[in-house]
Nanobody, 124 residues
Framework: EVQLVESGGGLVQAGGSLRLSCAAS????????IGWFRQAPGKEREGVSC????????YYADSVKGRFTISSDNAKNTVYLQMNSLKPEDPAVYYC?????????????????WGQGTQVTVSS
């Protein structure tokens, strides 16, 4: 059974940092893509970043480029999202998702498995 468990969310002041973790299990880390998405109340789910296991390529939404960094530790089956310089527009529930075909990208329809989400709140 594929499982994704996010952690690391919380409350931080604007300009601060958080690191989210996505612990994955139930599939072999050979060829997959893990994406981070976020959804704020009343807004559509937005792709934030993704990483491909095949070549380590990464992608970022324009809104987070230069501030967020995605990385993976295949030995731990964990993907991280380091979020720096958090802004008042960043608060949302952040989800990680897995695409076991390795296509990835920032469109949420590509992904088959989702975690339960972790809340990020930014105070001004």
């Amino acid at each position: 059974e594929v499982q994704l468990v996010e952690s690391g969310g919380g409350l931080v002041q604007a300009g601060g940092s958080l690191r989210l973790s996505c612990a994955a299990s139930g599939f072999t880390f050979d060829d997959y893509a893990i994406g981070w998405f976020r959804q704020a109340p009343g807004k559509e789910r937005e792709g934030v970043s993704c990483i491909s296991s095949s070549d380590g390529s990464t992608y970022y939404a324009d809104s987070v480029k230069g501030r967020f960094t995605i990385s993976s530790d295949n030995a731990k089956n964990t993907v991280y999202l380091q979020m720096n310089s958090l802004k008042p527009e960043d608060p949302a529930v952040y989800y990680c998702a897995a695409d076991l075909e390795g296509l990835g990208g920032l469109g949420y329809t590509t992904y088959d498995y989702w975690g339960q989400g972790t809340q990020v709140t930014v105070s001004s």
